[in-house]
């Protein structure tokens, strides 16, 4: 009988739902600080990567380059964040401990959601494992009575749906991290500081009392989930007869040079459009203006007008150092000079595929050689734009991605190997091109540009279909009697060969199912002579 109402017992203890021990406290603005004291200095060394906004209420924030967020010292928004902050900490402080773990976490221990009290110094070694338990509510409290430490290379890892913005670090001390550690969730040290080290990343916020907060070379940002917002940045601009176009201006000469590939029609409205051959270019060249030229520029200070007008959300401080692996997320962006863009800048939607990206820049923007523009977590280049107060100049092997408005200003690939993931236009001045590819997206129906799926690749010699094609692709040779030996040669976007093929029948199918989604370019030679070229489209 015993053991009977002990089986009894057990099934029901294991028919509970999962428990979410400990409640989150109320952040208020505070959740929009990655960094934060309410009396104490906010300082950064090296290159630091911040989302979120960073700021003191007594003191100053020194030396931070540009910040994903609003820099707020000793203000309203400080006041209030300070406020709020104090509001959490006795809301974590007054939590009742469920657990009491030794003074020594990780080594890959794995602990459930609760609140867990140490009364001591305490140290993060290696790996310390969260588990939610596939509750993706499961909150993470822990309650340190001295300091803190993290030893380097340690790392709070997340698993079965726990969530950074559920863990929270309440700590009676100074906070610190030693190089390349990885830590998740929200940080409040109480009447102390917070020092991070080179190579650390933080998923969360770093929050003082009273303390300075020091940080070299940290990667920062804010968690998402648990009721944060959805960005998703202002509504896009209207292109009407812009979206036509992959390269345009409204008052000036538009020229190439090279071998330059086209998605999308090129032209200008004032002058002449030379250079470009037409077998490179899917759409049409307008030679000089017409209809469709006068229709474009109309649009185009329309869709420039509706940019110009939008307000900042954030205001990057440092033009002159934008890029170098910034991370930018959906929202109206104004760098107020001339800026260079150099290494690389990440988009990150944050899983919003329709999430918009703004770029103002009052002033001319430049490149460095192999400047890329990278998209993360769901970002598309028909959602990001850039409105350009001047001259625009595109180094060699960069990588843009986007809508180009530049304004009263020249916009040139100035050499060879760039890659334009969008369109080229300027309301006034001179565009040039130099062995560069330009591919719009998204053109509308109503242009009279032939659509992607309506390509044929065909001339007198060859003809290179489906395009776009899946897993097969088939060459046909019309004229074989003209053709001998030909070699078909696919090239990526980066100008690498991925094929090279001989062709020696009039009839040849190649399987092609390896290939990424995406455009590459093609070459028929015959004796060293080229007799066809072109683009062929994976989908």
Known sequence: MKKLLQNATMVALLSLPILNFGQAPTLGTAANFVLFSTNGAVSNTGTSHLTGNVGTNNGSS??????????NDQ????????AD?????????????????????????????????????????????LDGQSNPNAVFIFKIGGPFSANAASKVKLINGAQACNVFWKIEGLVSVASGSHLKGTII????????????????????????????????????????????????????????????????????TGITYVTGDVGTNVGLATGF???????????????????????????????NTLSNDIQLLYPAQFGKNLVLTPHTYLLNAATVLTD???????????????????????????????????????????????????????VMRGTIISNNGALASTSTGVLIDGRMLTTNGALSTSASTITAFSIPSYCATLSIADLALENNNVSIYPNPFTSLVNVLINKVSQVKDAELIMYNALGEIVLHKTITKEL????????????????????????????????
């Open 75 to 82: 203000n309203g928004v400080s006041a209030q964040c300070a």
């Open 189 to 256: 040290a109480n009447n102390s500081a917070i020092n991070m080290s080179t190579g650390d990343t933080l998923e969360g916020r770093a929050l003082s009392t009273a303390g300075a907060v020091t940080i070299n070379g940290l990667l920062a940002y804010t968690p998402i989930g648990c009721g944060s917002p959805i960005l998703t940045g202002p509504a896009a601009p209207n292109l009407g007869g812009a979206a036509c176009y992959g390269i345009f201006s409204g008052n000036g000469a538009v020229s190439n």
């Open 85 to 129: 902050l104090l509001i959490a900490y006795n809301q974590l402080n007054a939590t009742v401990p469920t657990f009491f773990p030794a003074a020594l976490l990780g080594n890959g221990q794995v602990l459930n959601a609760g609140v867990y009290s140490i009364g001591a110094a305490t140290t993060l070694n290696l790996n310390l494992i």
């Open 508 to 539: 040849t199918t190649l399987e092609m199912h390896q290939y990424n989604p995406g455009i590459y370019f093609y070459r028929v030679m015959d004796n060293a002579t080229v007799i066809q070229s072109g683009r062929l489209i994976s989908k």
């Open 344 to 398: 690389s800048l990440y988009l990150n939607a944050q899983g919003n595929a329709n999430a918009v990206f703004v770029i103002k820049i009052n002033g001319a923007l430049s490149t460095s050689t192999n400047a890329k523009v990278k998209l993360i977590n769901g970002a598309q280049s028909k959602n990001v734009y850039w409105k350009i107060e001047g001259a625009v100049s595109i180094n060699s092997n960069s």
């Open 277 to 307: 051959n037409t077998v490179n270019v899917t759409g049409k060249v307008h030679p000089s203006p017409d209809g469709s030229t006068a229709q474009c520029k109309t649009d185009l200070l329309v869709a420039y007008n509706y940019i």
């Open 62 to 71: 020194t030396a931070f380059g540009n910040v994903d967020g609003v820099m």
